[in-house]
């Protein structure tokens, strides 16, 4: 492995991260609020490290390794993370170190976990970069990266597949362009969300910040639930971005671009996805109304709000679910490891691996009565490679591995059994808002710091993908050529 390499490209991303700080750093210098101190330094020390990372790491060759690629990508993740806590540290608006890398971490991996109990009282700087944190990690900071340096070349299709590994189709004959088209439909959902926000009476700062963390199923929000606005048309235009967030963006190209809405709306991901999205909003629906004393039209607001904030790992709550009857508590446990679609901006296991694997299982019934029978495994009229099939069900095993893991550590610290077990569900489904003492309207605060570096290790391990973090430990990996 060329460490160069690795190290110049880290530069490149850390002085990207140290430019999107001159935002916040806008909105606090117009408000006039302390904050301004703390992003002024952020910048100068992001920037400066970047750069000199950058500068006297020159590459030695422009061809990018797999190898490369994969330490490329963890460390961006790891070093954004790092950096981008500096503006809660030296703000001092939380109480440790730990817990400052752990919203930044929230933040990045779109995660929505919060050690704020309050956030209604931040500035306006603090408030803008939580929110931002949320939308350059949406679709990932490396196609980002892409995106924004047109000089990177030959590394760039490596660099966008170790990020998102199997889940980015290319939709143009340039990986480059196709990171472009990408970030054009994101920034035109961030557009229009915020323009219909607006509309629906949201205050203009409030609209900035929320539109900002749900195109990319993010969640956090300046205040402490959306229900505080009690507006039903800000509820419906969220379940529709937030739901919209959840499909696979390259589907946009092929209805939007190309006109092919069969190809839209005949994907067989995308055709489960909503089903699963519809069947689990009736039955919470049902739950409520017949267990909770809700009226019709109340449970189906209710249950439509959460399910689509869960299912989609945004983590928005207009209602307490951590309080809600154990079947719909149960559902949405299970929704926070289905997810949403590969190559959309949710977390979670995603819906066309759950398809892949009931097709697999069932094939492999099948061949319990005829084991000589050449049976393929289709989705939407195309087999399935078997690579493919060995990775889902691989990264499968790995994804209930890591969580049963993580559910020991909780619980040995002394969380309860369902604090335990849904907080590390929520963070490696990268959802946020989990049950117990940290339900949509508690927080992380509590949680001891031993909990909290298990808990954004998770977030990480599930936003950029088991085996892309794990190789790191393979000391092979490492040897230098």
């Not at 797999?66 to 954004?80: D, F, N, T, Y």
């Not at 398809?355 to 049976?375: C, E, G």
Request: glycine share 10%.
């Amino acid at each position: 492995m060329k460490i160069n390499n690795v190290l110049h490209y880290l530069g490149l991303v850390i002085a990207i991260l140290g430019g999107f700080m001159f935002i916040p750093f806008v909105f606090s210098l117009i408000n006039a609020e302390p904050d301004q101190l703390a992003f002024g330094v952020s910048i100068v020390i992001t920037l400066s490290a970047g750069f000199l990372l950058w500068r006297f790491t020159p590459i030695t060759e422009r061809r990018i390794s797999l190898r490369e690629s994969l330490a490329i990508v963890a460390g961006s993740w790891i070093m954004a993370a790092l950096f981008g806590s500096l503006p809660f540290i030296i703000s001092g608006v939380l109480p440790s170190v730990i817990d400052c890398i752990f919203e930044a971490m929230s933040g990045l991996t779109t995660t929505g976990a919060s050690v704020f109990s309050s956030v209604e009282n931040l500035p306006h700087g603090i408030l803008v970069w939580r929110s931002l944190t949320q939308w350059i990690g949406g679709l990932g900071i490396i196609m980002l990266f892409v995106t924004i340096l047109p000089m990177l070349g030959i590394g760039a299709s490596q660099l966008m597949e170790a990020e998102t590994p199997g889940q980015q189709e290319r939709l143009t004959s340039r990986i480059r362009d196709t990171a472009r088209t990408l970030w054009l439909l994101y920034l035109g959902f961030t557009v229009a969300g915020f323009i219909a926000l607006m509309l629906a009476g949201l205050p203009g700062f409030d609209a900035f910040n929320i539109i900002l963390t749900t195109t990319p199923t993010g969640g956090f929000a300046p205040v402490s639930s959306i229900g505080v606005y009690n507006n039903l048309a800000v509820e419906l235009i969220l379940i529709f971005f937030m739901v919209a967030s959840g499909v696979n963006f390259g589907l946009y190209y092929y209805l939007l671009w190309k006109g092919r809405p069969a190809k839209f709306f005949g994907n067989a991901e995308f055709k489960l996805y909503i089903g699963i999205l519809i069947g689990c909003i009736l039955l919470i629906n049902w739950d409520l109304v017949a267990n909770a004393g809700m009226g019709i039209f109340e449970g189906l607001r209710q249950a439509s709000f959460q399910t689509a904030s869960v299912m989609t790992t945004t983590g928005f709550a207009t209602a307490d679910f951590a309080q809600w009857p154990h079947f719909s508590q149960a559902i949405l446990l299970v929704l926070m490891v289905v997810g949403a679609s590969a190559g959309s901006t949710g977390g979670g296991l995603k819906v066309i691996r759950l398809l892949v694997l009931f097709k697999y299982t069932y094939r492999r019934i099948q061949l319990t009565f005829n084991p000589n029978a050449v049976i393929p495994i289709k989705i939407g009229g195309y087999v399935i490679s078997d690579k493919l099939i060995s990775r889902s069900v691989g990264l499968t095993i790995l994804y209930f591995a890591t969580l049963w893991a993580g559910f020991l550590v909780m619980s040995a610290i002394g969380l309860d059994f369902v604090t335990a077990l849904s907080s590390i569900t929520s963070c490696l489904g990268n959802v946020g808002p989990a049950l117990g003492t940290v339900g949509p309207m508690a927080s992380y605060a509590d949680i001891p710091g031993i909990g909290k570096l298990v808990l954004l290790t998770a977030m990480l391990v599930g936003r950029i993908e088991l085996f892309t973090l794990l190789v790191l430990f393979i000391p092979a990996f490492w040897r230098w050529r």
